[in-house]
């Protein structure tokens, strides 16, 4: 069987594949052969590989990081059941240690959610430098044409100040979910949102206000937030593989949409630790790092306090911070940096082990010690799937090919088909979007590009293609469980289908996520 390199170097969701599922054959899985023009990619995932991402690496001690202090977050994070996906930790500009949980690996990017936040106000900040708008700017100045006839005074007093401390006026959150679905312009709908309070009085949390920031950047310079900060910011730190989604209007969305990697992240950390300089150049203002670092605000929440787009910690520490807890937190008294990606319901959870163990794990220089040895075993060893074991059942050779017609249902779902090839179960799902397939190994982990998105089990995300790693067993004769991990993201789906003669009834429900966790059944007859 021939496949294509399933993880060759890429952006996010470009992997071309075929529209329509074609059916199995004992030992051939159709369209492998030549992914690019009928299918995608089905394999077993693709090894572990080296960093290349062009930081430094150091021995924990000798950067005064201690070993014994890592193990012990490790341990108080898998005694929680936390669910981590990378971690790194640096000191002084060196990597000394981190790890991610298989199949998660290096070379991933991984969805970030709002830590997107405080990557898109370092475009605020350069289009500062140049002058393009100032802190002090009338929102509604930038676009007269979505202002409406009867714009409230408190609308029309809101400064790009307002938005960048989450001060704005706004009495509740929108949240990047509510807008996704729309496919009208989504300044239009901030413009509809009231504004009771007082713009700068009181801090309301908002990804409509990051989206605004990002939409003056465009309207003022002419280019997309990501466009614009590539060769400024992002090229200079080797921030290469990333995507960031793009609205209806062509706006980059500033607090929600984009996906790098764990060293990126890193590297974001590190150039606020060294105060906006990056291997000798100077990308952002020492005078601007400070400014968004520091308490502007207290926080709706009853923590520490905000700055522009990065929230303050205890111990003068700071940080962005995305949904399900995606983190990169700086500690600048002791020139460090914490990053994480992970599938965690409230960082509520999370946040009182990171500042148990940070900074205390920050201390005097020494050399290696048996705890050094032993972080660094830990690490090559970390996995968050289990092994899988092969199970049969005398149902797979009855279902084997058969397509099911849905009964009516709110998923815009209309049939489902199981094909079998040796230890590999296609699930292949018809809607109104199209035809999607995920292919699943019996015994073995199966890595893949697909259009089975999670939607409104994901955030409302549904971008073109998710890369999935996919696995399944019968959990009993009449009962076939698959579990897909989408790599890229925090999302892990367990589907259910329990068969009864000719009728199946599949169940989907997901790890965590904003909304529904579970979608209603699915009924079907062959």
């Not at 009495?171 to 239009?188: F, L, N």
């Not at 500033?254 to 764990?262: A, H, Q, V, Y």
């Not at 630790?273 to 926080?299: C, I, M």
Request: with cysteine; glycine share 8%; charged share 20%.
């Amino acid at each position: 069987m021939t496949f294509t390199d399933p993880l060759s170097r890429r952006r996010f969701g470009v992997l071309a594949m075929g529209g329509a599922a074609a059916p199995l054959v004992p030992g051939v899985l159709s369209g492998c052969a030549n992914a690019a023009q009928a299918g995608p990619a089905v394999g077993p995932v693709a090894p572990h590989l080296s960093a290349h991402d062009g930081l430094p690496r150091a021995l924990p001690e000798a950067k005064g990081v201690s070993s014994e202090r890592i193990l012990a977050f490790l341990d108080d994070v898998a005694a929680a059941g936390l669910e981590l996906h990378s971690f790194m930790v640096a000191r002084h500009g060196s990597v000394v240690a981190e790890g991610w949980w298989w199949p998660y690996q290096p070379q991933r990017i991984h969805m970030t959610h709002s830590l997107t936040k405080s990557v898109m106000v370092c475009g605020v900040a350069l289009a500062l430098d140049e002058k393009r708008f100032g802190l002090d700017d009338k929102v509604v100045s930038f676009f007269p044409e979505h202002v409406p006839a009867d714009a409230s005074d408190n609308l029309k007093a809101m400064t790009v100040r307002n938005l960048l401390t989450m001060q704005c006026g706004h009495e509740k959150e929108t949240s990047g979910s509510v807008w996704r679905p729309i496919k009208t312009s989504w300044v239009a709908e901030f413009m509809k949102i009231p504004v009771p309070i007082t713009p700068g009085t009181k801090m309301v949390y908002t990804s409509a206000a990051s989206y605004m920031l990002s939409a003056i950047v465009t309207k003022t310079t002419g280019m997309k937030l990501a466009d614009y900060i590539k060769p400024r910011l992002l090229d200079p730190m080797g921030i290469k593989d990333f995507h960031w989604d793009v609205s209806p209007e062509g706006v980059t969305p500033g607090g929600n949409g984009l996906s790098w990697t764990t060293a990126d992240s890193m590297k974001l950390g590190l150039l606020h630790a060294q105060k906006g300089k990056w291997q000798g150049k100077q990308l952002l203002s020492a005078e601007w790092v400070a400014d968004a670092t520091r308490f502007q605000t207290p926080d709706d929440d009853g923590g520490v306090g905000y700055g522009y787009q990065w929230w303050m910690g205890p111990s003068k520490a700071y940080f962005g911070l995305g949904l399900f807890t995606q983190m990169a937190i700086v500690f600048p008294e002791q020139d460090a940096v914490v990053a994480f990606f992970s599938a965690i319901d409230g960082s509520k959870k999370l946040k009182p082990l990171i500042w148990k163990h940070f900074p205390a794990a920050f201390v005097e220089a020494t050399p290696a010690t048996p705890a050094t040895a032993a972080l660094r075993k830990r690490t090559e060893s970390l996995r968050l799937l289990p092994t899988l074991s092969k199970t049969r059942s005398p149902v797979a050779a009855r279902i084997a090919g058969k397509t099911f017609t849905l009964a009516g249902n709110d998923q815009s779902a209309r049939s489902v088909t199981f094909d079998m090839a040796g230890d590999r179960l296609r699930y292949t799902l018809v809607d109104d979007r199209g035809t999607h397939s995920i292919t699943s190994g019996l015994g073995e982990w199966l890595e893949q590009d697909t259009t089975m998105t999670g939607a409104r089990l994901h955030h409302e995300y549904e971008p073109d293609r998710m890369r999935v790693v996919a696995g399944a067993r019968w959990v009993d004769d009449n009962r076939l469980e698959m579990t897909w991990q989408y790599v890229e993201a925090a999302f892990r789906d367990t589907l259910v289908c329990t068969f009864d003669g000719d009728k199946v009834s599949i169940d989907r429900s997901v790890n965590l996520n904003s909304g529904e966790r579970k979608l209603p059944t699915l009924s079907g007859t062959i």
